[in-house]
């Protein structure tokens, strides 16, 4: 068991350097990471990542125009934005595009490298965001924006059509992770704001840590990816790789995609004898003769007695006798000054100090102040609601997915009380994987290079996850860490006893054993052994140079003709034939429930003598 407990020590002493030398390299690792160009994928509708500040005025555009419907000293979208490169990031040469301004409104779009037509299995919009100083309130959503004739992105602006608006969003302690698409009534014509429901996981983390996050939807009116994408016209949303929300467009936006096919009657109205109360108060009920609205709730107890004890001379509360006055203490300034109160010790043991007056009980003759029982309405007719018409909107779109207008560009208009909100990595593509693929060259990458730059803000789970990334081996060493105690314990619990031979085993045989006891059975049989009589020669020289070693008391034993267990059980040889020894006939006769042979007796009796006499021999 000292062994197992050796090895054990060992292994764990060599896991848990192995752990600390990871830890060790880890730290090493906090020399930023240079900047890598992520492949792009093939067909998508915009790839966007920042090589420097001349990509405004290359692939993005400044908005020049003026808010509507405000002053016009705030009208303007002259909020400053910027491609660069922060202190803060965590990944050397890497530019992003950076929002300056506080309290100022904002406009900048990048066209589409080909048009959104809604006609492919799925569409992902994916784009990261990082709020250097927290937000306050204001916005990073984006928006898609719709391919109406003659599209000026220089005069983008509030107004300008959008088809989907998606992102994070904030102001005081409400948080929102935007999904709003604009859907076209086909009976009326005009566009109505379609909102996915909110999502449940708390949000404001993404707001206050400082750290970029991966915004993605994913939208499908075909199953091609089961494991993102299950039935027509869903939606998915994620938030850093996990999901927040799934939903359907005909089901899980407010107002719905579909108008109801029946409406409420304008023009209905609720009669005037409608009767809307269930119960009413009985007017024909009285006050009883018998009952006083006088008398009081409470009365005194006449029964009460004082408690015996009681000390009606003393108080409560006593000052202090231990208190003194401050030495600092001016009577001038302070007034005079007076112990404070402290419990009255006398009072500890006694069942009350100070006056005492007769308790309060409930009287039993109080009812209150009268009023009329309340009845069920005879004349309720329940809750009124107009009669219901056909609606003169109704329609139904099965397909919205499919029926959202054209998308030419994209671009974020924001009014915001912070500055400092980086954009980075926007990506529209077809293909959930092609997204995904994406993200594992760029946002997983700044994600792993922000938490080594920062290790005392990493979690515990997240240094565990980074680390088994690195060393996958580890999961192996620790596996036979913990697998080796639990197969030594089970070896441990489940071994057999020390091996016994029982009486019972051994008599399965004739054969005898260097333990067994010479029996009416075996005597005759090993005397006419001659492989017997050799192995038995061999074992009496040995027995004599044991008892040549015996004391001196044993030798006078033997000269007197006793002998002793020892002695019988020798096995000697003679004409007859050597037997082994066994014990004396008394136990034999108890083993066998027999009575032993007169052959065996004069076997055992010679070679005792034989014995006896060599013994002398010896010594002499």
């Not at 990871?22 to 990542?49: I, R």
């Not at 779109?397 to 207008?405: C, G, I, S, T, V």
């Not at 040995?542 to 044993?554: L, Q």
């Amino acid at each position: 068991m000292r062994g197992r407990s050796v090895v054990l020590s060992l292994l764990l002493t060599i896991c848990l350097f192995v752990v600390c030398h990871s830890g060790e390299e880890v730290e090493n690792k906090a020399a930023k990471p240079f900047f890598v160009k992520p492949s792009l994928p093939a067909d998508a509708y915009l790839s966007l990542y920042f090589e420097g500040p001349s990509d405004i005025g290359k692939r993005l555009f400044l908005s020049t125009a003026k808010k509507e419907g405000i002053d016009d000293s705030i009208a303007k979208y002259d909020g400053v934005w910027s491609v660069e490169t922060l202190e803060s990031f965590a990944i050397e040469g890497d530019h992003a595009l950076v929002l300056k301004s506080k309290a100022k409104h904002h406009a900048i779009s990048a066209k589409l490298d080909r048009h959104i037509k809604f006609n492919t299995p799925e569409l992902v919009v994916q784009y990261e965001v990082k709020f250097e100083n927290g937000m306050e309130c204001g916005g990073a959503y984006i928006k898609l924006l719709s391919a109406i004739p003659n599209l000026d992105l220089l005069n983008f602006h509030d107004k300008t059509p959008y088809t989907i608006m998606f992102g994070p969003d904030k102001c005081g302690m409400d948080t929102k992770f935007h999904f709003i698409i604009r859907h076209k009534n086909v009976k009326t014509g005009k566009y109505e704001e379609k909102h996915a429901k909110k999502v449940a996981k708390d949000l404001e983390s993404l707001f206050t840590d400082k750290r970029t996050h991966l915004f993605t939807l994913g939208k499908s009116y075909l199953t091609v990816l089961p494991s993102v994408l299950r039935s027509d016209n869903t939606f998915e949303r994620y938030i850093d790789q996990e999901k927040v929300q799934s939903g359907s467009l005909l089901e899980d936006m407010d107002p719905p995609i579909n108008p109801p096919k029946e409406i409420d009657d304008p023009k209905d109205k609720k009669p005037d004898d409608w009767d809307e109360r269930e119960t009413i108060v009985d007017e024909t009920a009285t006050k009883p003769d018998d009952w006083d609205e006088t008398a009081p709730e409470f009365i005194i107890d006449e029964s009460a007695v004082k408690p015996s004890g009681w000390l009606d001379d003393e108080s409560e509360l006593i000052p202090d006798p231990n208190a003194e006055k401050p030495h600092d203490w001016d009577v001038d300034m302070d007034g005079e000054w007076e112990a404070p109160m402290v419990k009255n010790p006398k009072c500890a043991d006694a069942p009350g100090c100070g006056e005492w007056h007769k308790p309060q009980i409930k009287n039993p003759k109080y009812k209150g102040k009268w009023t009329p029982p309340v009845i069920r309405n005879p004349n309720y007719k329940g809750k009124w609601r107009p009669a219901k018409i056909p609606n003169p909107d109704y329609y139904e779109d099965k397909e919205p997915y499919k029926n959202l207008a054209e998308v030419a560009a994209v671009g974020w208009e924001l009014w915001t009380m912070t500055d400092n909100i980086v954009f980075d990595n926007i990506l529209i593509v077809d293909s959930l994987r092609a997204a995904n693929d994406f993200a594992k060259e760029t946002w997983f990458k700044k994600r792993d290079a922000e938490r080594m730059a920062d290790p005392k803000a990493r979690s515990v789970i997240d240094a565990v996850k980074e680390t088994f990334n690195e060393k996958p081996w580890l999961f192996a060493v620790i596996g036979l860490v913990c697998t080796i105690p639990i197969f030594l314990c089970c070896v441990y619990m489940c071994r057999s006893s020390s091996p016994t031979i029982t009486a019972a085993s051994r008599k399965k045989t004739d054969e005898p054993t260097p333990d067994d006891e010479t029996t009416k059975y075996t005597a005759t049989k090993v005397t006419n052994d001659p492989a017997s009589q050799d192995g038995e020669d061999l074992e009496d020289e040995e027995e004599e140079e044991e008892g040549a070693e015996d004391g001196e008391n044993e030798e006078e034993e033997r000269e007197d003709g006793e002998t002793t267990e020892e002695d019988v059980v020798q096995v000697p040889k003679g004409a007859s034939g050597d037997s082994k020894k066994g014990k004396d006939k008394t136990e034999q006769t108890e083993d066998s429930n027999e009575e032993a042979p007169a052959t065996v007796e004069s076997v055992a009796s010679a070679a005792s003598k034989q014995q006896v006499r060599k013994r002398r021999a010896r010594k002499e």
